[in-house]
């Protein structure tokens, strides 16, 4: 996990494979509540397997001609799992989603009901997970270290680490993306996204990317596959942008063209750039906080209760509330306006920043201010239940629920001891 340094269970771990096939990552929402069956708009429980949630909320709007914006949903699921969520398109019927059996690529529709109101981010309890771990050395051992460390999560709680999915794992750039913008340099952060190849990148990406960063934009263009969605919607717009303005390279455009490439993605995922700078950053005070004790108060830690309230009065049971899950230490998502701990803690913080060369005045992007974050403190931990661990054929069955926000890969990190993707 990018920038995730320290683990608090000290068994060496099981080793093993996830995701060997999509299968073998399964994930289902724990809604906050059902639709009731009457009401203006449409909720439909999907299952979708090796799909992004945003390309498929596209691809209903594309079929249902009409706006994104109409479509929504509870939080964003892997790409590479089998994964079941809530989607819904307001002012809709029942019949509108029908016609969709069969015209979404790797989707299947279970569940259609209409409801009161429209399905917003956030509005979920948690995940339950089923995840097989494959290519274990000893199955029936390694299904028994797996559970000793569920245990100990279970009483202490799991680092509340972003994992990849944050991030990307061939394309690690979300966060790149994000510092360019607080940097206010718009052009770095079309360039940043679009071209800037991987080595991790198999040829067929790296080829258009390698032309964009050329200046050749429409032989990039032409050469995007159809993976590509987003780079082709920044890319078009450029291009329209030097037509316009009757200029024949991109260089000489200017900044209110290169907004509007950025403008031109669909706003969930024009505002992951600055939370996944926020979220690299986080990952590293955490590891810093996390060698104090994940489960006790350290002297300036600022605290939050369950609904992410700040607790003003700690008072002299702190640490058995936080042992309860009551409340929790926490630490910064960075941003223009967040808190810094106390003492040596809000020094260790300051550090984090200091060492990017970043300031939190600068999470205002000026530029772009409606990409910009206030920040907020982050619970260091989450709370996991109705955790198992079992052997199977070639590894282990491990199941589990943790709540929204939180990665399964944080878990599957302490059970593995190894890079989690």
Request: charged fraction near 35%.
């Amino acid at each position: 996990m990018l920038n995730a340094e320290t683990y608090i269970t000290s068994q060496k771990g099981i080793g093993g494979k996830i995701r060997t096939k999509y299968e073998d990552f399964y994930v289902e929402e724990i809604p906050e509540s059902e639709p009731s069956g009457t009401g203006p708009n449409t909720w439909f429980f999907i299952e979708k397997i090796g799909r992004d949630t945003l390309e498929v909320v596209l691809d209903v709007a594309r079929e249902l001609h009409i706006d994104r914006k109409r479509m929504g949903f509870a939080g964003m699921k892997d790409k590479r799992a089998v994964t079941r969520q809530w989607l819904c398109v307001s002012n809709s019927e029942v019949e509108d989603i029908e016609k969709l059996e069969d015209k979404l690529y790797k989707v299947d529709i279970l569940k259609i009901m209409q409801n009161e109101k429209k399905l917003r981010i956030g509005q979920l309890v948690g995940n339950k997970f089923r995840l097989f771990i494959r290519d274990t050395d000893n199955p029936e051992k390694d299904s028994e270290i797996a559970t000793e460390i569920l245990a100990e999560l279970l009483r202490k709680g799991v680092p509340n680490y972003y994992g990849w999915q944050r991030f990307g794992k061939k394309r690690s750039n979300t966060h790149l993306v994000g510092k360019a913008l607080l940097e206010n340099d718009l052009k770095k952060v079309v360039d940043c996204y679009i071209g800037n190849p991987f080595d991790e990148e198999p040829e067929h990406i790296k080829k258009p990317r390698e032309l964009y960063d050329a200046g050749k934009l429409e032989e990039a263009f032409e050469e995007m596959p159809r993976s590509m969605r987003y780079e082709k919607m920044m890319l078009k717009t450029l291009l329209k942008e030097m037509k316009k303005k009757n200029v024949e390279d991109a260089e000489s455009l200017d900044e209110h063209s290169y907004r509007r490439a950025i403008s031109s993605l669909p706003k969930p995922l024009r505002r992951m750039f600055v939370h996944a700078y926020q979220s690299f950053l986080f990952n590293k005070a955490v590891s810093e906080r996390v060698k104090l004790g994940i489960d006790n108060y350290v002297e300036g830690d600022i605290i939050i209760d369950n609904e992410e309230h700040l607790v003003h009065e700690l008072g002299d049971n702190i640490n058995e509330r936080i042992k309860n899950f009551e409340v929790h230490p926490t630490a910064p998502l960075f941003g223009s306006k967040v808190p810094l701990a106390g003492g040596e803690l809000g020094e260790m913080e300051q550090k984090v920043i200091d060492e990017e060369g970043v300031t939190l005045e600068e999470f205002k992007v000026p530029k772009m201010p409606k990409l910009g974050s206030h920040g907020l403190r982050r619970a260091l931990r989450f709370k996991i239940w109705d955790a198992s661990a079992k052997a199977i054929d070639d590894g282990v069955l491990v199941e589990f629920s943790i709540p929204k926000g939180c990665y399964a890969t944080a878990v599957l990190r302490e059970i593995m001891k190894n890079e989690v993707v």
